[in-house]
């Protein structure tokens, strides 16, 4: 059963907005929409797709090399997307932001394909480290340059507090928890200065810093000065075309090998993560409707960028990592517009 969306107003927002929080949840069988139903969407999503391959064609052509494909994600991840989350996050209060049956369908689904990438690997005879590395590749999806500009623009303003939710996450439990595996499985000790350096990768990540920021400002209660707010406006705007360039440019330099291992990490990122978090947003957990849609697509994500980096950090698979990262947003085009096509159809 698939419970029909509602336009979300978070715990605290419903009050403030004069909206009253649902009794019960009303349910319909699921059903796929067919594909003259899923053409309005692919148009919508086709643009981003259209990006990232413009960015592909520059990096294969040399016209955008590997030193300007840095230069552009370092713009990108330390101004442009940093300007957009501040600005969305100064917009909300934190109870808009956060709520428990949010956070526990999300994470209970993310541990269920975590801990089932990592038994496969696992079987397969891989050691801790790989496994750790292909069960990340399962779950993480690119929701910061990827999920934030475009869910936000297909599915409204109002995904904003949800996607922001899901980034946090992803940044703090699952970069956390796979550095504390390869720590562990290569002997090292777990002390209070293994705690400390990660909480200081935390707190030099701009995007945890721009949300919490934001936040912060919310809080006070006072809207964005005039000129701050055209300032976060217009260097926000360069996120959108800017990250998913910077995705393109930077698939260009990737090679397909291993495809059976990668093609299995993309069915289980593009398969297996959404429907996980289906499930327990939508049976097990009382998520509101609206937000568990925003879920479930941000699950439907390719996998993250930033998993490649911690692969080549630690030498742990990352010509492996690098395939999958390149196969699932091929592939993505098709799967994220087919459940973009469902949240919307409700």
Aim: proline share 6%; charged share 10%.
């Amino acid at each position: 059963m698939v419970q029909t969306l509602l336009p979300w107003a978070g715990p605290a927002a419903a009050g403030r907005n004069g909206l009253k929080p649902c009794l019960f949840r009303e349910t319909v069988a699921p059903k796929f929409p067919p594909v003259p139903e899923m053409l309005p969407i692919l148009l919508k999503t086709l643009p981003f797709f259209a990006l990232i391959g413009l960015g592909y064609l520059a990096g294969r052509w040399r016209f955008f090399g590997a030193e300007a494909t840095a230069a552009l994600t370092k713009f990108v991840f330390y101004f442009a997307l940093s300007a957009m989350l501040f600005r969305f996050a100064a917009n909300l209060s934190l109870a808009e932001v956060f709520d428990w049956a949010f956070v526990l369908a999300y994470l209970s689904a993310c541990f269920a394909v975590y801990l089932l990438a990592f038994a496969v690997a696992l079987w397969r005879k891989l050691s801790l480290e790989e496994a750790a590395m292909e069960a990340q590749c399962a779950t993480i999806g690119n929701t910061g340059f990827l999920g934030v500009p475009m869910l936000v623009l297909l599915l409204g303003p109002a995904a904003a507090g949800p996607v922001l939710m899901i980034l946090a996450i992803d940044m703090i439990v699952f970069s956390s928890l796979i550095t504390l595996i390869i720590t562990g499985a290569r002997g090292g000790r777990f002390t209070l200065r293994t705690f400390g350096t990660l909480g200081l990768g935390l707190l030099k990540n701009p995007m945890i810093v721009s949300i919490a920021l934001g936040l912060a400002w919310g809080a006070t209660g006072w809207p964005l000065p005039g000129p701050a707010d055209e300032f976060f406006a217009l260097l926000g705007a360069a996120a959108t075309p800017g990250a998913l360039f910077a995705i393109g440019a930077s698939l260009a330099g990737r090679s397909a090998e291993r495809l059976a291992v990668a093609g299995w990490l993309s069915f289980a990122k593009l398969i297996l993560h959404p429907a996980a978090v289906a499930v327990a947003a939508l049976l097990i957990f009382p998520v509101d409707p609206f937000a568990a849609g925003v879920m479930i697509a941000a699950a439907a994500l390719p996998v993250a960028g930033n998993v490649y980096i911690l692969a080549a950090h630690y030498g742990v698979a990352p010509q492996r990592v690098s395939t999958a990262i390149l196969l699932s947003t091929a592939f993505s085009v098709v799967t994220v517009t087919a459940v973009i096509a469902l949240v919307e159809k409700g």
